[in-house]
């Protein structure tokens, strides 16, 4: 009898790497790369990471709730997005914002250097200004596992 490994035993970023290795490898890097940018701009919010076998997905909070989430990366066989809350009242004069949700709006990213893009800043600074909880001021955000894909197929795009 073969026994699986128990999830719960892993750190949370042991089960994220398991995540991101089932994206294409491109995104892979480009997950990781925009991770670590939006990390950087919003080192006191907790990053909930959610494993949908279609996508992975992490939200940056100021809790433990998705909802509450300012911005969040997704990633599937298509490529990786940052959504914004508040997306439809968001000003968007350069119309970059993709989506028609009552909630968010996304922009596809190519690279994470666009991040730092005045528009995208603008945009950025936005979300938060309108964020229904602000992030705290201090501290450090932590990872949060919010659903487990260990059974979960990969991401990757089928093979014709």
Known sequence: MTVKPDSKKRTPEAQLRTYIGK?????QKLFRAVRAAVRKRFPTANELAYDYGNALV??????????????AIRACATGVSL????????????????????????????AASQLAHPDVEALIAA?????????????KGGLIIKSDG???????KPSK
């Open 127 to 139: 979300t938060l200004d309108q964020a229904r909880v602000p992030l705290p001021s201090e501290g």
């Open 58 to 71: 992490i939200g940056y909070s100021p809790a433990d709730r998705g909802i509450e989430s300012i911005v």
């Open 23 to 27: 994206l294409d490898p491109k995104n």
């Open 83 to 110: 959504y914004f809350s508040q997306g439809p009242q968001l000003p968007d004069p350069k119309r970059l914002l993709r989506g028609s949700g009552k909630q968010t709006r996304f922009i596809e990213v190519e």
């Open 150 to 156: 260990a059974k979960k197929p990969p991401r990757r």
